[in-house]
């Protein structure tokens, strides 16, 4: 997450509060109008954190959901997702800033904007939002992680045995490894600020993905034609109703593939100012959604060029390709580096709110205040908090849990676009820019944005609807515990 995925969190370290002069002399040139630490970002560094925001495993999904839609609704369909999503992001790039946009109250988070801008219940419904995403990203991470470490296993298995071995393999053991390294990874208490993380994740998420997309070239020339038709999917190869559900589904899928509205005020954060952050970030969302969209619509065109309608819902492991065996063990290594990353990127600020929330709910009790210091020879001493290792481990079992259970990535993949779509990236940026700039009801403008949403929002319920059913048609033939490849 989406996605998108490797730099969700870069929160500037803002721990360096200091006191402005109150004599009403200038403040000085080390720091900005809230006290904190010069901002440095530029267009290109917000440009990049996007981009390896944005970049992750719903690029995977992009050649099967072209294959539902077909050659003319496919791509037009990611043109639109894309115009949405620049429009939208304009318009929350506006609301950084409450008052003035040059030196207007500066706001943190995507839910600082939301309370400054609308307050009240939209505050608590955005969080529940948020939160209730991020819990599902968890899911679909562990679950595409799997997915990928099996995919190892099984072109080694193909490899060795000439293609003659099926190789099925349950996908459980390989979730429970992914589940203990998170939690070890989730002890360590900000890590998703550490500044290296971004970097991998980004090198992890193009490799995989200029993997994908070279195996595609390869495999179109060696076809000597592109496959696929102008409609998608043909019916006959599936009913009229899967058709319908399924090309629903895709519009989830690329969704999910764009979405990184909830992480775009606090990309903003880290911008320098002069110009106005506004301005700096509008023409560093352009940069990126068309880099974006360039690479999504190569990947996901020249996947369906290559498999026509039997393009795989996950292009480097749904074995469209079989060789070189070892590319393709070197671009699921990849995937799974990226998502013990990004996993820690997406839960670190929902481990966060929640240990918070229990401090201040239960002030005196040592079990959530206390740290141990644990002495490691060599390294510095580690805080261990007893309240952070329980609820932390408790997180990551309980997700591992729901991963084994409900083991179907494309339709979670989906889902979790359709639900976080139209609140974060349409809805609450459209009524906070209404707030902020105090448009009349019934203006032009007014009806043009709330016609907007609405499109949006019937895009969504078509996109959750179509995951659901999904889900609906896995779940006869599914097993508990017992999924294998």
């Known amino acids: 997450m989406t996605m998108g995925d490797g730099a969700a969190k870069i929160n500037n370290h803002h ?14 040139t080390c720091f900005d109008d809230d006290g904190r630490l010069k901002r440095t970002g530029t267009v290109w560094t917000a440009s990049a954190h996007i981009i390896t925001a944005v970049i992750g495993s719903g690029v995977l999904s992009l050649a099967w959901a072209i294959a539902q839609l077909g050659w003319i609704a496919g791509p037009a369909v990611m043109f639109l997702f894309s115009f949405v999503i620049y429009y939208t992001s304009t318009l929350l790039a506006d609301c950084y800033r409450s008052g003035d946009p040059i030196s207007g109250k500066r706001n943190y988070t995507y839910m600082d904007a939301v309370r400054s801008n609308l307050g009240g219940a939209h505050v608590k419904l955005c969080g529940l ?22 995919a190892i296993k099984r072109s080694n298995c193909f490899h060795d045995s000439g293609g003659k071995n099926p190789c099925h393999m349950s996908s459980n053991p390989y979730m429970i490894a992914f589940g203990i390294a998170e939690i070890i990874f989730s002890q360590i208490p900000d890590f998703d600020q550490i500044w290296w993380l971004s970097i991998v994740a980004a090198v992890m998420s193009f490799t995989y993905s200029a993997i994908g997309l070279a195996l595609g070239i390869v495999q179109v020339a060696a076809n000597k034609s592109f496959k696929g038709s102008f409609t998608g999917i043909s019916v006959g190869s599936v009913t009229e109703t899967q058709k ?81 065996f070892w590319l393709l063990d070197i671009a699921n290594a990849a995937i799974v580096i990226h998502l013990v990353g990004a996993y820690q990127v997406y839960c670190q600020p929902l481990f966060a709110f929640i240990e918070k929330w229990a401090v201040q709910r239960w002030p005196d009790s040592d079990f959530i205040t206390k740290d141990i210091k644990i002495r490691i020879p060599g390294l510095r001493p580690y805080s261990l908090n007893l309240f952070r290792l329980v609820w932390r481990s408790a997180f990551v079992v309980l997700t ?20 976080g779509f139209w609140p974060l990236t349409v809805y609450f940026p459209i009524e906070m820019y209404i707030a902020q700039k105090k448009l009349p009801k019934w203006s032009t403008k007014w009806v043009c944005l709330q016609m ?21 048609s896995d779940l006869k033939v599914y097993r508990p515990f017992k999924t294998s490849y």
């Open 244 to 324: 319908i559900w399924r090309s629903f589904q895709a519009l989830g899928d690329i969704a999910f593939a764009y979405s990184f509205s909830i992480i775009l005020i606090e990309i903003q954060d880290t911008v320098r100012s002069p110009p106005a952050e506004s301005k700096t970030m509008k023409k560093a969302s352009f940069i990126s959604i068309a880099v974006t969209t360039l690479f999504y619509m190569l990947c996901g065109c020249m996947g369906y060029a290559a498999f026509g309608d039997l393009a795989p819902g996950n292009l480097l492991t749904g074995f469209g390709f079989y060789n070189p």
């Open 452 to 472: 907007l949403s609405l499109a949006c929002l019937v895009i969504s319920i078509a996109a959750a609807a179509g995951s659901i059913a999904g889900v609906a």
């Open 15 to 28: 721990v360096y509060d200091v006191s402005i002069d109150v004599l009403g002399q200038q403040p000085s």
């Open 400 to 419: 591992t849990l729901i991963s084994m259970l409900l083991p179907f990535f494309n339709d979670i993949v989906g889902l979790l676009g359709a639900l």
């Open 129 to 150: 939002i948020q939160y209730v995403n991020l819990f599902g990203v968890a899911i679909g991470y562990t679950i595409a992680a799997s997915i990928s470490m099996m």
